[in-house]
């Protein structure tokens, strides 16, 4: 059974910043079925329009789930649904680009799941730290993991917004999975690199550990706003407040929990 809604203080912001003329970023909320995703879109504003908000409704029509299991298949099946849209539609445009990253937050009973293709991130904010649970899917990211750059370097490195997989650019999505179990008073950033152009992870945490979720979610629109916003920015903040009683029954994650069956 999955936890009950009280369990989750959910906020979302989107605006479509201060040089960009349409919003290509989409955010999907579903406590109900265990569900956040923000997607961001990329192919010129028409083609990102369609394809974030493809693949967020794509997400949005998943019903609940029967386990943890059944949950993590339905959002693979749909996102492989959404890309096959997607590469349909750009083969329709001459071989065009309809894509858009995507960071999903899942949940079931006491345990979480993250899954991403492309730099939208997902943080975690537990015990006063803030973790990056993604890795960015993006070429600065690659030559810093391959030690041929610094991370003082990857800071101003030019086109660090190249992004090497996205749902829709090729025949399968590229996905990837990490997972965990879920503590009380853990909150989840889910955002689109919009925010993280201007905000540094410690702002971030300093949002999120100060206020509530949409408190904190207007808070990182607004400081971003400030600076400049030279992307559309989107941000999706999830806390996890169970009842007393429950808090302490986390335990580990069954190692074959959100194991993906495809």
Not at 81 to 100: C, D, F, P, S, T
Not at 221 to 244: F, H, K, M, S
Request: charged share 20%; with cysteine; hydrophobic share 40%.
């Amino acid at each position: 059974m999955q936890l009950s809604l009280a369990m989750f203080d959910t906020g979302a912001s989107t605006h479509v910043g201060k040089v960009r003329q349409h919003n290509e970023d989409r955010f999907l909320s579903m406590p109900a079925t265990g569900i956040w995703a923000v997607a961001d879109g990329m192919g010129g504003h028409e083609d990102g329009e369609y394809a974030s908000q493809t693949i967020v409704e794509a997400l949005g029509a998943i019903e609940a789930p029967a386990s943890a299991a059944d949950l993590l298949a339905r959002c693979e099946a749909q996102l492989v649904e959404a890309n096959g849209r997607l590469r349909e539609i750009g083969n329709q445009r001459g071989g065009a680009v309809v894509g858009a990253t995507i960071a999903v937050l899942l949940t079931y009973e006491r345990h979480y799941a993250c899954i991403w293709s492309g730099d939208s991130r997902i943080y975690v904010v537990r015990e006063g730290t803030i973790s990056q649970l993604s890795r960015d899917h993006t070429e600065v990211q690659q030559l810093l993991a391959g030690g041929a750059i610094t991370p003082e370097e990857a800071k101003s490195w030019p086109n660090s917004n190249v992004v090497t997989r996205a749902i829709g650019v090729f025949d399968s999505p590229e996905l990837e999975l990490t997972s965990g179990a879920l503590e009380s008073g853990d909150s989840f950033v889910i955002c689109s690199d919009g925010l993280t152009q201007h905000i540094e992870d410690r702002e971030i945490l300093g949002c999120v550990s100060s206020s509530g979720s949409q408190q904190a979610c207007d808070a990182l629109i607004a400081l971003t706003l400030e600076r400049g916003a030279v992307d559309n920015v989107t941000v999706v903040v999830v806390r996890y407040q169970p009842d007393p009683l429950d808090a302490t029954r986390t335990g580990t994650v069954p190692p074959d929990l959100w194991e993906w069956r495809g």
